[in-house]
């Protein structure tokens, strides 16, 4: 490949919908077919060295997008692009860049480490074998100075205390540092991490972003950063620059600087995470609880409309029957589905509407759950 175009996004999606089947049980038993839309017209840029963090309740669409961004789920519609080319042409065999690039170069960490690495593998093992796989013209002595190298670097020091180890015998951050290595290793333009320090103790996380982040220095990586946890996402992202993008029910409802979404958020449902993580604050907030009710609606069956209207407190009557579109807000790439950030429109004459007006649909969820997607 020539060298890539800094001006074009690592990874682009456009308009991308993710849709599942859900045929009622074995044989349909259980009722008639129904589509879950996972992710619904999600439309997303991420730049060189950028780091750009998922936030949103659990069910909320989050993994399924990550996962649509990296090329391990294929969108029901919309495109995906990885620098400029279509990442499913490429799969079909209709792209100037070969599949195989394009899935060397965008790589996932999971929220467990143990289930990502073979437990009858040696440490050395799991590490040297996709180096032997894409850089099959390097030496087995080129191949170890590597993983000693990174070893070392992510402070699992000496290397050879760790090298003949199986999984069962490292600790949860260990493990970790194991399959961040094992990414790096294939010097990749963007890492999904999902849930990636959810698994870990508290003392850790930050000592795990701040590793994330020093690598990024060196390799020149991307991250797509998935959190439940707002003040995980602000950490991260402020020390990098990089932008945090609030999803509900599929939807981006908000995305912009940690200044933006932190200290000035447009959308309801982005004031109702901060509400609902208090060490953003440093004490607990004093303001009531910013949502009308903590029902999710059934994704199967969601409401006209804004999806939120059924839980904000600030819904009218228009938000019942038109879904906003991602309205822009100043200068920067600061944006949010909500009426609310038009001045101009029919929002603001619209009747408000009670609690009675609306009607959750099934299922349940805090609003700063911690269950994964």
Same mark, same amino acid.
């Not at 750009?52 to 495109?79: D, H, N």
């Not at 792209?95 to 050395?124: C, K, T, W, Y």
């Not at 701040?210 to 991250?223: G, N």
């Not at 807000?329 to 603001?348: N, Q, S, T």
């Given at each position: +490949?020539?060298?890539?175009?800094?001006?074009?996004?690592?990874?682009?999606?456009?308009?991308?919908?993710?849709?599942?089947?859900?045929?009622?049980?074995?044989?349909?038993?259980?009722?008639?077919?129904?589509?879950?839309?996972?992710?619904?017209?999600? #439309?997303?840029? /991420?730049?060189?060295?950028?780091? *750009?963090?998922?936030?949103?309740? #659990?069910?909320?669409?989050?993994?399924?997008?990550?996962?649509?961004?990296?090329?391990?789920?294929?969108?029901?519609?919309?495109?995906?692009?990885?620098?400029?080319?279509? *990442?499913?042409?490429?799969?079909?065999?209709?792209?100037?860049?070969?599949?195989?690039?394009?899935?060397?170069?965008?790589?996932?960490? =999971? !929220?467990?480490?143990?289930? &990502?690495?073979?437990?009858?593998?040696?440490?050395?093992?799991?590490?040297?074998?996709?180096?032997?796989?894409?850089?099959?013209?390097?030496?087995?002595?080129?191949?170890?100075?590597?993983?000693?190298?990174?070893?070392?670097?992510?402070?699992?020091?000496?290397?050879?205390?760790?090298?003949?180890?199986?999984? =069962?015998?490292? #600790?949860?951050?260990?493990? !970790?540092?194991? *399959?961040?290595?094992?990414?790096?290793?294939?010097?990749?333009?963007? /890492?999904?991490?999902?849930? &990636?320090?959810?698994?870990?103790?508290?003392?850790?996380?930050?000592? +795990?972003?701040?590793? +994330?982040?020093?690598?990024?220095?060196?390799?020149?990586?991307?991250?797509?950063?998935? #959190?439940?946890?707002?003040?995980?996402?602000?950490? $991260?992202?402020?020390?990098?620059?990089?932008?945090?993008?609030?999803?509900?029910?599929?939807? $981006? *409802?908000? /995305?912009?600087?940690?200044?933006? $979404?932190?200290?000035?958020?447009? =959308?309801?449902?982005?004031?109702?995470?901060?509400?609902?993580?208090?060490?953003?604050?440093?004490?607990?907030?004093?303001?009531?609880?910013?949502?009308?009710?903590?029902?999710?609606?059934?994704?199967?069956?969601?409401?006209?409309?804004?999806?939120?209207?059924?839980?904000? @407190?600030?819904?009218?009557?228009?938000?019942?029957?038109?879904?906003?579109?991602?309205?822009? $807000?100043?200068?920067?790439?600061?944006?949010?589905?909500?009426?609310?950030?038009?001045?101009?429109?029919?929002?603001?004459?619209?009747?408000?509407?009670?609690?009675?007006?609306?009607?959750?649909? @099934?299922? &349940?969820?805090?609003?700063?759950?911690? &269950?994964?997607?």
């Amino acid at each position: +490949m020539s060298k890539p175009d800094p001006t074009t996004p690592v990874v682009s999606l456009e308009d991308v919908t993710v849709e599942f089947s859900d045929s009622g049980g074995p044989l349909g038993l259980f009722g008639d077919e129904e589509v879950v839309t996972a992710v619904d017209d999600v #439309s997303l840029d /991420i730049g060189e060295r950028e780091i *750009v963090t998922l936030i949103g309740e #659990s069910g909320c669409g989050k993994s399924t997008l990550g996962k649509t961004a990296i090329g391990a789920q294929r969108p029901t519609g919309g495109s995906v692009k990885y620098r400029g080319q279509d *990442v499913w042409e490429a799969k079909d065999g209709n792209g100037d860049v070969p599949f195989e690039e394009i899935r060397r170069s965008l790589q996932i960490i =999971h !929220q467990d480490p143990g289930s &990502a690495l073979n437990p009858n593998q040696r440490v050395m093992t799991s590490l040297m074998l996709p180096i032997k796989r894409w850089n099959p013209d390097l030496s087995r002595e080129q191949r170890e100075e590597r993983v000693y190298t990174l070893l070392e670097r992510v402070g699992m020091s000496p290397a050879e205390d760790y090298l003949n180890r199986y999984p =069962h015998q490292l #600790s949860g951050g260990e493990k !970790q540092r194991v *399959v961040l290595v094992r990414a790096m290793l294939l010097n990749p333009d963007l /890492i999904l991490a999902d849930e &990636a320090i959810s698994a870990l103790d508290v003392s850790l996380r930050v000592e +795990m972003m701040d590793l +994330m982040l020093e690598l990024q220095d060196v390799f020149d990586t991307s991250y797509l950063f998935i #959190s439940h946890d707002l003040s995980n996402a602000r950490y $991260i992202a402020e020390k990098a620059g990089g932008r945090i993008a609030v999803m509900y029910l599929g939807q $981006i *409802v908000e /995305i912009g600087t940690v200044d933006e $979404i932190i200290d000035d958020p447009t =959308h309801p449902y982005t004031k109702a995470l901060k509400w609902a993580t208090p060490n953003l604050f440093g004490e607990e907030p004093d303001t009531e609880f910013p949502i009308r009710t903590i029902d999710v609606p059934d994704p199967t069956n969601l409401p006209d409309g804004c999806r939120f209207h059924t839980r904000c @407190p600030e819904a009218r009557e228009v938000c019942t029957r038109e879904d906003p579109p991602p309205f822009e $807000i100043g200068v920067e790439e600061h944006r949010a589905r909500c009426f609310r950030a038009d001045p101009d429109h029919e929002y603001w004459d619209s009747p408000e509407i009670t609690d009675d007006d609306t009607e959750a649909g @099934p299922g &349940a969820g805090a609003v700063g759950s911690e &269950a994964g997607d």
